[in-house]
C-alpha cells in the first residue's frame, strides 16, 4: 500500500492560482508506478486531471484545457499540480492517487487502489 498526503488547497478568487502538491511513500518498486491527481466536483462524476508515470510520461486530462501543469520533485515522490486561471466551476476536492508496479499510466480511477484524504479548492467569483 503506498501512503499518499495532498496538501496545497485552499481558497482563492476568480483567475487566481494554485499549486497543489502530493508526497508519496511506500513503493514497493521506484521503477514502475503511477501518480495521478483527480477531483469531485459536487453533483459530477470523480475526472482524472494528470498523471505521470515513474519513467516520467506526462498525460492530461481533457478537462484541463491546458490551465493545469504536472512536474515531479527531485526525489521523484512527490507530485505537483499548478493550476492557473481557476474559475468556480473548479470548486471541488482534489485526489492523488497511485498504482504501484504499472508500466503505463491509465486515466481511470479504476487502475489506483491507493488514493490520499484530499484536499479542498473553493474558487469564489
Known amino acids: 500500500t503506498v501512503h499518499l498526503v495532498e496538501s496545497g488547497g485552499g481558497s482563492v478568487q476568480s483567475g487566481g492560482s494554485l499549486s497543489l502538491s502530493c508526497q508519496a511513500s511506500g513503493f514497493r518498486d521506484s521503477r514502475y508506478y503511477c501518480l495521478a491527481w483527480f477531483r469531485q466536483i459536487p453533483g459530477k462524476e470523480r475526472e482524472a486531471l494528470a498523471s505521470m508515470h515513474s519513467g516520467g510520461s506526462v498525460e492530461y486530462g481533457s478537462s484541463v484545457r491546458g490551465r493545469f501543469t504536472l512536474s515531479r520533485d527531485n526525489d521523484k515522490n512527490t507530485l505537483r499540480l499548478q493550476l492557473n486561471s481557476l474559475k468556480p466551476d473548479d470548486t471541488a476536492m482534489y485526489y492523488c492517487?497511485?498504482?504501484?508496479?504499472?508500466?503505463?499510466?491509465?486515466?481511470?480511477?479504476?487502475?489506483?487502489?491507493?488514493w490520499g484524504q484530499g484536499t479542498r479548492i473553493t474558487v469564489s467569483s
Open positions: 492517487a497511485a498504482e504501484d508496479g504499472a508500466w503505463v499510466c491509465g486515466m481511470a480511477s479504476k487502475y489506483f487502489p491507493d
